[in-house]
DNA sequence: GCTTAACCTAAAGTTAAGTTTAGGTATTTG
DNA sequence: CAAATACCTAAACTTAACTTTAGGTTAAGC
């Protein structure tokens, strides 16, 4: 009995991550992609564990990670159980990390807001005169 | 009678804001801060508009807007009320942008939960083998 | 009056994260 | 069989956002 193991080619991963060819070959020169093998042909096919990588790799540049840091952990990742501590860590660290950059980017958003607010009704008015004096009292 | 008019040396812009010299005016070369003079010394004297302009940058750059784009926005505040509707559609745009961050943020945050979970366990047990095989099924 | 600290400019250098270029292979399609 | 398509590598190039370097000025303290 065969086992059929369901395989892509770059162009299907680029397409479904949204990344270009030479960013996924990049990655996977830099070691982002453990395990990821070639055919006979030399050419690349993604297994599930690959697009897997590839998953935690957008999570991970998402959450501000360097690329450098990103190869660590997938390094890590081929150490098996030994390495486990380090990965928990990581991911704690990064944590905290995130839920700064969302504190930071909900503070950001709320000036954002007042702006909007300030320039609808500096734009209702034709002029910023009025508004930039009754306006600043909530904002110094 | 004397107006007093605090101003500010660049020493201590970068001190208030956690920038070095070299980025505060590399800022100032680009543009970013509209009206900010210099003394007969030629050494710059940051006023409280020129404050509310960093501060302002570090909003922009904190919701991800390039430098050129930055300098975009302060250029048009020179151009007073003939560019308001321009200051207002980029921060209504810029609000949009800074949403659809925070959701990314939101997501990337509950995988790397998950992770912390899923580590933690694996960390506990000593080996990823069990962990593996239960937790899989919440996150496919 | 000399040194130290704080500022200045212009120009070159750095780093991360890709992108582009140039030249080559393998497979399907008219 | 010719041509288009999808892949490959190595190496050079790009861009943003700073940083570093080198050389110079000014004001304060000893």
Redesign the interface.
């Known amino acids: 009995m065969q086992e059929m193991i369901t395989t892509y080619s770059i162009g299907e991963v680029a397409e479904k991550f949204g990344l270009s060819l030479p960013t996924i070959r990049y990655y996977d020169k830099e070691g982002l992609i453990p395990n990821l093998n070639k055919n006979e042909a030399g050419v690349r096919r993604f297994t599930e564990e690959n697009i897997g990588s590839l998953q935690m790799i957008e ?1 991970l540049k ?2 501000g990670m360097p690329i450098r840091d990103i190869k660590q952990f997938m390094q890590w990742t081929l150490e ?2 030994a390495s ?2 380090k ?2 860590q990581m ?2 660290e ?2 905290v990390s ?2 700064k ?2 504190e ?6 709320n ?3 007042f ?2 607010k300030y ?2 009704q ?2 209702e008015d ?4 009025y508004v930039k004096k009754e306006m600043h009292l909530e904002r110094p």
């Open positions: 999570c998402n959450a098996g159980d486990l501590d990965r928990y991911f704690q990064l944590r995130v839920l950059q969302m930071a980017m909900q503070n950001t958003l000036t954002i807001d702006k909007c320039y609808g500096a734009t034709g002029t910023e005169k």
